[in-house]
Every structure is written in structure tokens, then in C-alpha cells.
């Protein structure tokens, strides 16, 4: 099992890194790094994985990821098919806190930006009219070279702080810094394991085996590090997959409960309902009807 922490490959003497992505689908699992991420989604959809957050994500989805937060932006499983023409692609811009030192950090000028940065440490995604005022100025950053690339990355984080149309994702007491570099290693066996098998059920005893503990320590252990019950946090998982099944319109409600991994119906439409504040049924139809929008402008 690879351990989660991932070395980027920029030059140590660049604090402003900026890259295009463009694959049959996403190949970077479950990680962290001390870089802040701003990540752009221009082609793909799949699930966000934030910390303790989990969401659907589609073409323009637009975050920014502070450091040491763990994350992960996963295609759907059509993307992996073999044959699949599909393609993801995002522009990705990676800088260091420190690019900013404490002088400028500190000026009265700067405080909105250090809020954001301090926010981002929660994740937050970008929504509305300043999501699309956004995604073009990243797009137009991918080519500025040299001493513009700070400037207009001081501009990007502003616009980014002065907008109100934003979602902080991790929940306020997800604890990064209670899990060391090891610990990411141990908690991603059960990380990968909720996402290969979530789709049946699975017993308290034979996860918390994976790591060597007790069920009552592996519950203990899960809530520290997520913040959430094994139960909520698998629901959840359950939940994501089940939107995007509503999205496809591909199978029935009570299918696609079974395809995600609850029991019987009833369950399903109560966690459904827990989680989104709605029914499957008016989830369906709001994105039926969101997507009719974009389809005829």
C-alpha cells in the first residue's frame, strides 16, 4: 500500500506551480502534500473526497485544498471502463504559504487573503457566477511565466476571498494534525477498502482487522480521525454513489439502493433524505431540471 503523502514534482526553487492534467481518468488516490491546491475541473465528473467531506463533482468544479489535507477527486467508474473514450483534464496550481512570508502576510492589505488561506484548511468550493469569473482567470494563468505568476496568483486568492458564493467542505473539527505520516498509510487501508466493498455489507470486526484493532478501538480510533461513526461516514460513501445513479437515470430507485449498499429501500430513503434534505425522487428531478437550464440556456 502506498503511503498517501505525495511529493510533487516542481522545483525547489518555484514556490508557484501551475499544470494541466489530461487523462482517461484520474490516477492520484487518496493524498496529501504541504502545497496549497487550487484545482479546476475542466473535463470528467466523479466524487470529491475533502477530509471528511464526500460530493459529486462535474466539469467546472472549482477548489481550493489547503496543506496536509487529504483528498482526492475520483472518476466515476465508467472513466476506468476498458474501451471508454471518456477523458478527465484539470488545471491544477500548486504555491507554498511561505511564498508570502510574514511581512506581507501580515499587512492590513493581506488580511482577507490569510483568512482564506486559513479557511482553506477546511477545503472550500466555489459555486455561482464567481466560480465562472474564477475559472477564467486560472485559465488564463496557466500561461504567465515568472514574477506575473505572483502577482496575478495574489489577485486570484482576493477575488477568491471577496466572494460570498463559496462551501467550506471538511467538517470545523477534522483533525489533520492528530494523524502523522504512518497513520495516513494505516487509515487509507481503510479508506480503499470502504470504496472497493461498499456496495455489500461490511462487518465492524472484519474492518477494524485491517489495521489490528478491537471493534471498540477501531471506533474510537475512526471517530478521531473523521469525526464521524464508521456508520455515517460508510453512509456516506453509499449516498455519493447513489447520486450519481440518480444523475445516469440508469435504474430504479429501489435498484440502485441495492447497487449502493443499503439493505432495503427504506433505509436508503431515509440516509438519502438525512443527507441531502431531500427525497431520491426530488433529487432526481432538480437535476433533471438544472440540467434542462444549461442544455437550453
Known amino acids: 500500500?502506498?503511503?498517501?503523502?505525495?511529493?510533487?514534482?516542481?522545483?525547489?526553487?518555484?514556490?508557484?506551480?501551475?499544470?494541466?492534467?489530461?487523462?482517461?481518468?484520474?490516477?492520484?488516490?487518496?493524498?496529501?502534500?504541504?502545497?496549497?491546491?487550487?484545482?479546476?475541473?475542466l473535463e470528467g465528473?466523479?466524487?470529491?473526497?475533502?477530509?471528511?467531506?464526500?460530493?459529486?463533482?462535474?466539469?467546472?468544479d472549482l477548489c481550493i485544498v489547503g496543506s496536509y489535507l487529504p483528498h482526492e477527486w475520483r472518476n466515476d467508474d465508467i472513466f476506468f471502463q476498458k474501451g471508454s473514450n471518456l477523458r478527465s483534464s484539470c488545471l491544477?496550481?500548486?504555491?507554498?504559504?511561505?511564498?508570502?512570508?510574514n511581512n506581507l502576510m501580515n499587512l492590513p492589505e493581506m488580511e482577507a487573503i490569510k483568512q482564506l488561506l486559513d479557511h482553506a484548511g477546511r477545503g472550500i468550493k466555489f459555486v455561482g457566477e464567481s466560480r465562472e469569473e474564477l475559472g477564467k482567470m486560472i485559465r488564463e494563468y496557466a500561461h504567465l511565466k515568472g514574477a506575473a505568476r505572483v502577482a496575478r496568483l495574489?489577485?486570484?486568492?482576493?477575488?477568491?476571498?471577496?466572494?460570498?458564493e463559496y462551501k467550506l467542505l471538511a467538517s470545523i473539527g477534522y483533525a489533520r494534525n492528530t494523524i502523522n505520516t504512518g497513520d495516513f498509510a494505516r487509515f487509507n487501508k481503510v479508506?480503499?477498502?470502504?470504496?472497493?466493498?461498499?456496495?455489500?455489507?461490511?462487518?465492524?470486526?472484519?474492518?477494524?482487522?485491517?489495521?489490528?484493532?478491537?471493534?471498540?478501538?477501531?471506533?474510537?480510533?475512526?471517530?478521531?480521525?473523521?469525526?464521524?461513526?464508521?456508520?455515517?461516514?460508510?453512509?456516506?460513501?453509499r449516498i455519493s454513489h447513489a447520486k450519481k445513479l440518480l444523475i445516469e437515470n440508469r435504474m430504479t430507485i429501489s435498484a440502485?439502493?441495492?447497487?449502493?449498499?443499503?439493505?432495503?429501500?427504506s433505509n436508503f430513503i431515509e440516509q438519502f433524505k438525512r443527507s441531502t434534505h431531500m427525497s431520491p425522487s426530488e433529487y432526481k428531478k432538480k437535476y433533471r431540471n438544472r440540467k434542462q437550464k444549461i442544455i437550453t440556456g
Request: net charge negative; with cysteine; proline share 6%.
Open 256 to 265: 440502485l439502493s441495492s447497487e449502493s449498499g443499503f439493505n432495503n429501500i
Open 1 to 41: 500500500m502506498k503511503p498517501l503523502y505525495q511529493d510533487l514534482p516542481f522545483t525547489p526553487a518555484s514556490y508557484v506551480n501551475v499544470y494541466k492534467e489530461e487523462l482517461p481518468h484520474f490516477i492520484v488516490p487518496w493524498h496529501y502534500h504541504p502545497e496549497i491546491e487550487i484545482m479546476y475541473i
Open 92 to 101: 491544477c496550481l500548486f504555491f507554498m504559504r511561505e511564498l508570502f512570508g
Open 191 to 237: 479508506y480503499q477498502y470502504i470504496l472497493r466493498n461498499f456496495s455489500r455489507p461490511i462487518r465492524l470486526e472484519e474492518v477494524a482487522s485491517l489495521i489490528g484493532l478491537t471493534p471498540n478501538a477501531f471506533c474510537r480510533y475512526f471517530r478521531d480521525r473523521t469525526k464521524k461513526t464508521f456508520v455515517q461516514y460508510l453512509n456516506d460513501v
Open 154 to 164: 495574489i489577485m486570484l486568492l482576493e477575488t477568491m476571498a471577496s466572494t460570498q
Open 45 to 60: 465528473t466523479g466524487t470529491r473526497f475533502v477530509g471528511d467531506h464526500i460530493e459529486k463533482y462535474e466539469e467546472g
